[in-house]
């Protein structure tokens, strides 16, 4: 009973002096005591008593600190301590000082994601908007402006936001944006000043096309709503429609267009005009079959059936429907023609090159705005092979300098598409071809045209006529293209006549089979031109009997000096 009575004394004096040690070492407050009695304790309790003392410390130093790394650490080792919330709080303050401090947006955004929640936020993403606003104007791109308005879809900069973005997307299409980019614009941004221009833009254009190709009511329907217009393409328009007015004595509609501009009606068509008067219906009628005789050759088809007949699948049927469209000029018989030019058919491609070039060089003063609008869009867009041909034709019309370059075409895949395209344009190839001595191009053109020959029927038959037609038009026009080319390089003609007689040797085959073909491939006969010449004697006869007996021969002797007899060629 004694031993088991000291026992007990003995073990309840030892829990007294282990308290006693620990409140010793709580009191002390030392981090490598408390971090060695947590690594060796097996009492729970006081290792958690031990682990808050501890926290608290390395908090009290983590606070007192200046930078951000101490509380960091601190929360990955005690996130879920009693002071894990206010070191999160201390943290954010410090991020949002430093944040601010650093006049950048990266620091703020990161800020952001970390710290969502956190009281700061609300100010730092009003600072971030403001800040990033004012950076973006100061060295802005589309795609910039994009981000930020995609980050704050209801910001307070958000309408000029978009309104910046809608002034980069415009100027970026260059002086002489294309319609349909323009379309997609003012689409985009109805509300925006630069939209609302585009849209204006747009509107021009239609007007434009609405006065060069429509009728009197179109311009007076235009001039009445007062849009802004060119005065000097209307002008071109009016008196372009007065003389179509004159020729079939349509008395209304020159006194319409006089009203609408007197400089374009002088005195002697005001007193022609009071002459036909006085004349009776039938006297006039008369002379209306004179005077229309006497007007300028002018296709009478229109434009849609001379499309369809230029994409028909005779030859002759589609070089006639360009060249009536050659003289037709209205901005959509443009865009048709520079279609055509990017052919893959390159009989076709050749007669829209030479129906375009011919347009280009009898169009008036206008004809350069829509010439400037696609040469800058195929400018952008050079790593399509059809937009090098394109390109070419427009640069020769505006005697500009090609932007195609030689090491653009050897990028390309070559195979015989993009060979009949490189032959297409005389242009474009006397670029390419950088010496005579190029044996990848002479290799190249031997290989395609080998491909050519061999696809040629042996015999012209029921059975294989048309693949036969379609073949040797093709070789036909490329025999023909690549000799204006070696005719028009600069070479020494010792090397000129060895290149020359190898692509003749390559075509000694397709010529003999072509001979059959002959005279349907070749233009010897011209529709057009008969008729042209046609059309001008015609009209000589009616242009004397309107000089010598009509009660208005003196204004007919003075109109017609503006409108001389062209005889084709």
């Given at each position: 009973?004694?031993?088991?009575?000291?026992?007990?004394?003995?073990?309840?004096?030892?829990?007294?002096?282990?308290?006693?040690?620990?409140?010793?070492?709580?009191?002390?407050?030392?981090?490598?005591?408390?971090?060695?009695?947590?690594?060796?304790?097996?009492?729970?309790?006081?290792?958690?008593?031990?682990?808050?003392?501890?926290?608290?410390?390395?908090?009290?130093?983590?606070?007192?600190?200046?930078?951000?790394?101490?509380?960091?650490?601190?929360?990955?080792?005690?996130?879920?301590?009693?002071?894990?919330?206010?070191?999160?709080?201390?943290?954010?303050?410090?991020?949002?000082?430093?944040?601010?401090?650093?006049?950048?947006?990266?620091?703020?955004?990161?800020?952001?994601?970390?710290?969502?929640?956190?009281?700061?936020?609300?100010?730092?993403?009003?600072?971030?908007?403001?800040?990033?606003?004012?950076?973006?104007?100061?060295?802005?791109?589309?795609?910039?402006?994009?981000?930020?308005?995609?980050?704050?879809?209801?910001?307070?900069?958000?309408?000029?936001?978009?309104?910046?973005?809608?002034?980069?997307?415009?100027?970026?299409?260059?002086?002489?944006?294309?319609?349909?980019?323009?379309?997609?614009?003012?689409?985009?941004?109805?509300?925006?000043?630069?939209?609302?221009?585009?849209?204006?833009?747009?509107?021009?254009?239609?007007?434009?096309?609405?006065?060069?190709?429509?009728?009197?009511?179109?311009?007076?329907?235009?001039?009445?709503?007062?849009?802004?217009?060119?005065?000097?393409?209307?002008?071109?328009?009016?008196?372009?429609?007065?003389k179509k007015a004159i020729y079939n004595i349509d008395i209304i509609e020159i006194r319409i267009i006089c009203r609408i501009d007197k400089s374009l009606c002088n005195s002697s068509l005001i007193l022609a005009v009071e002459a036909w008067n006085k004349l009776s219906p039938t006297a006039i009628k008369n002379l209306r079959q004179i005077s229309v005789k006497a007007a300028p050759f002018a296709p009478t088809m229109p434009i849609n059936s001379l499309e369809i007949a230029m994409d028909g699948d005779d030859l002759l049927t589609s070089w006639t429907s360009m060249t009536w469209l050659s003289s037709i000029h209205t901005p959509r018989v443009f865009y048709m023609l520079l279609e055509r030019t990017g052919s893959i058919d390159p009989a076709i491609a050749w007669g829209a090159e030479n129906a375009l070039i011919r347009w280009i060089q009898t169009a008036p003063f206008w004809a350069t705005q829509i010439i400037n609008i696609e040469y800058q869009?195929?400018?952008?867009?050079?790593?399509?092979?059809?937009?090098?041909?394109?390109?070419?034709?427009?640069?020769?019309?505006?005697?500009?300098?090609?932007?195609?370059?030689?090491?653009?075409?050897?990028?390309?895949?070559?195979?015989?598409?993009?060979?009949?395209?490189?032959?297409?344009?005389?242009?474009?190839?006397?670029?390419?071809?950088?010496?005579?001595?190029?044996?990848?191009?002479?290799?190249?053109?031997?290989?395609?045209?080998?491909?050519?020959?061999?696809?040629?029927?042996?015999?012209?038959?029921?059975?294989?006529?048309?693949?036969?037609?379609?073949?040797?038009?093709?070789?036909?026009?490329?025999?023909?293209?690549?000799?204006?080319?070696?005719?028009?390089?600069?070479?020494?003609?010792?090397?000129?006549?060895?290149?020359?007689?190898?692509?003749?040797?390559?075509?000694?085959?397709?010529?003999?089979?072509?001979?059959?073909?002959?005279?349907?491939?070749?233009?010897?006969?011209?529709?057009?031109?008969?008729?042209?010449?046609?059309?001008?004697?015609?009209?000589?006869?009616?242009?004397?009997?309107?000089?010598?007996?009509?009660?208005?021969?003196?204004?007919?002797?003075?109109?017609?000096?503006?409108?001389?007899?062209?005889?084709?060629?």
């Open positions: 009973m004694r031993i088991l009575l000291l026992s007990v004394i003995i073990a309840f004096s030892g829990c007294a002096d282990k308290t006693a040690n620990f409140e010793t070492l709580i009191a002390r407050g030392k981090e490598t005591e408390l971090r060695s009695f947590i690594a060796q304790s097996s009492d729970t309790d006081h290792i958690h008593a031990a682990r808050v003392r501890l926290a608290g410390i390395i908090y009290n130093n983590a606070a007192n600190a200046t930078g951000i790394a101490p509380l960091i650490t601190f929360l990955n080792e005690f996130g879920r301590s009693p002071f894990a919330g206010k070191a999160k709080e201390l943290l954010a303050e410090r991020r949002a000082i430093r944040a601010i401090e650093s006049n950048q947006i990266w620091p703020l955004m990161r800020f952001l994601h970390i710290h969502a929640d956190s009281p700061s936020a609300k100010k730092i993403r009003s600072l971030l908007e403001t800040r990033w606003f004012n950076n973006i104007k100061k060295d802005s791109s589309p795609l910039k402006v994009r981000k930020y308005i995609d980050f704050f879809p209801d910001g307070k900069f958000r309408v000029e936001a978009i309104e910046l973005l809608a002034e980069l997307e415009y100027k970026a299409l260059g002086s002489h944006p294309h319609p349909a980019k323009l379309r997609q614009l003012a689409i985009a941004f109805p509300d925006t000043i630069w939209g609302k221009k585009a849209a204006l833009k747009i509107q021009h254009l239609i007007d434009m096309e609405q006065i060069l190709g429509g009728s009197l009511s179109g311009i007076q329907s235009i001039i009445e709503k007062k849009r802004s217009f060119d005065k000097a393409i209307l002008k071109y328009a009016l008196n372009k429609l007065l869009r195929l400018s952008n867009n050079l790593h399509e092979v059809v937009n090098t041909v394109k390109l070419n034709i427009l640069s020769r019309a505006l005697k500009r300098k090609s932007p195609v370059k030689v090491s653009q075409l050897y990028d390309i895949k070559y195979d015989l598409e993009t060979v009949e395209m490189l032959v297409l344009s005389a242009g474009v190839l006397s670029g390419f071809v950088t010496s005579t001595t190029d044996d990848k191009l002479r290799k190249l053109f031997g290989r395609e045209f080998e491909k050519l020959s061999s696809g040629f029927p042996s015999a012209v038959n029921r059975e294989n006529y048309l693949l036969a037609r379609k073949l040797a038009r093709r070789c036909w026009i490329l025999h023909k293209r690549i000799e204006s080319v070696y005719d028009a390089l600069s070479v020494p003609s010792d090397q000129l006549k060895v290149l020359r007689d190898q692509v003749k040797s390559r075509f000694s085959l397709m010529n003999s089979r072509l001979s059959v073909m002959k005279n349907w491939v070749s233009p010897d006969s011209n529709p057009v031109e008969f008729t042209v010449n046609m059309w001008n004697r015609n009209r000589i006869e009616a242009i004397n009997k309107l000089e010598k007996g009509n009660i208005t021969r003196n204004f007919w002797k003075e109109f017609l000096k503006s409108n001389p007899v062209s005889v084709s060629k």
